[in-house]
């Protein structure tokens, strides 16, 4: 019985776990590093903001991702530029029809080394995203 309940024991240890091995889709990646609703920390200056969310969501870890921007707008109004809430533009590319809160970051200098630096933007406008399956998965540029 006691090497029976060993072996158990040993297999749930070797065993993957779902969330470790399990790869985020395009458009969870999508969401993890372009989508932030309700606003993180809204009383963070811009600077701070884009530091700490950077770091955050994982843009970090090797390398300083050069620039990012965050879409301030619920996941339902993002998914809906691919279908009613957006305009196709070409390819796989739509437009949202919406004006979207979003903070471009952009790292400071030509350094991409950590510490990572950036500095941010603020601006409401409409915006680009290609679109796979009814959903986004890549964000293009503002307009």
Not at 101 to 119: D, F, H, L, S
């Amino acid at each position: 019985m006691a090497a029976c309940s060993q072996f158990l024991f040993l297999l749930v240890l070797l065993s993957p776990l779902p969330a470790i091995t399990q790869r985020e889709t395009r458009h969870e990646k999508f969401l993890r590093q372009h989508n932030d609703f309700p606003k993180t920390d809204s009383h963070l200056d811009v600077r701070h903001y884009c530091n700490l969310m950077m770091q955050r969501r994982g843009m970090t870890n090797i390398n300083c991702k050069p620039s990012n921007t965050f879409i301030h707008g619920s996941h339902e109004s993002l998914d809906a530029i691919c279908r009613e809430g957006g305009t196709h533009h070409s390819e796989n590319y739509y437009d949202s029809n919406a004006i979207f809160e979003i903070t471009a970051c952009r790292i400071m200098g030509n350094v991409q080394k950590q510490p990572c630096n950036y500095r941010g933007r603020v601006s409401f406008q409409r915006i680009r995203v290609a679109c796979q399956n009814g959903e986004p998965v890549h964000f293009k540029s503002p307009l």
